[in-house]
T-cell receptor
């Protein structure tokens, strides 16, 4: 079945450690996104990519890094520079919105919950 | 930046109707989405509006007024499984979907 797979589902890290969250999709979508969700807040965009080997910063990119070497994969690294990394991280993908041929609807993975000890 | 407002919480009784309002001020408009999110899970798509009017899909309906920057999601014949967070999201000119903080709906027996 087509979909988006995130791993790990739960992750614990010590302060000062970098961690990488995996996101893989087999929907043949061009665009992929990383969102962060905190209690009582909406989803905030960290990074997005509309094509292989290209990505742009979202609203809260500081302390995070990404790569897009393959269409199917968009891993997110939470670096030690991220001051408050404990959160629920959601990866999503979409056909690139054109407003004519598609709506840009997002399809989400199951999420990864990161806790810093 | 984009500004999307929706109530934080709503409570309703099983079998009743609840209306969740969403107002927005964004840089351009290319559509409005409603997503449902159960606690600890990923959001799932409910509806999409790009033209003014009402879109009905079973027990759920979504309304849009572009001139007023306003939408609502109407949940009818509420069931316990409808207890969840409902996210309003707007697609502005840069096509980066922007989300409101979400409305937590609690359905009581």
């Amino acid at each position: 079945d087509g979909g988006i797979t995130q791993s790990p589902k739960y992750l614990f890290r010590k302060e000062g450690q970098n961690v990488t969250l995996s996101c893989e999709q087999n929907l043949n979508h061009d665009a992929m996104y990383w969102y962060r969700q905190d209690p009582g807040q909406g989803l905030r965009l960290i990074y997005y990519s509309q094509i292989v080997n290209d990505f742009q910063k979202g609203d809260i990119a500081e302390g995070y890094s990404v790569s897009r070497e393959k269409k199917e994969s968009f891993p997110l690294t939470v670096t030690s520079a991220q001051k408050n990394p404990t959160a629920f991280y959601l990866c999503a993908s979409s056909l690139v919105a054109s407003g004519v041929t598609n709506t840009g609807e997002l399809f989400f993975g199951e999420g990864s919950r990161l806790t810093v000890l | 930046g984009q500004n999307i407002d929706q109530p934080t919480e709503m409570t309703a009784t099983e079998g009743a109707i609840v209306q969740i309002n969403c107002t927005y001020q964004t840089s351009g408009f290319n559509g409005l989405f409603w997503y449902q999110q159960h606690a600890g899970e990923a959001p799932t798509f409910l509806s999409y509006n790009v033209l003014d009017g009402l879109e009905e899909k079973g027990r759920f309906s979504s309304f849009l007024s572009r001139s007023k920057g306003y939408s609502y999601l109407l949940l009818k014949e509420l069931q316990m499984k409808d207890s969840a967070s409902y996210l309003c999201a707007v697609l502005p000119n840069d096509y980066k979907l922007s989300f409101g903080a979400g409305t937590t709906v609690t359905v009581r027996a």
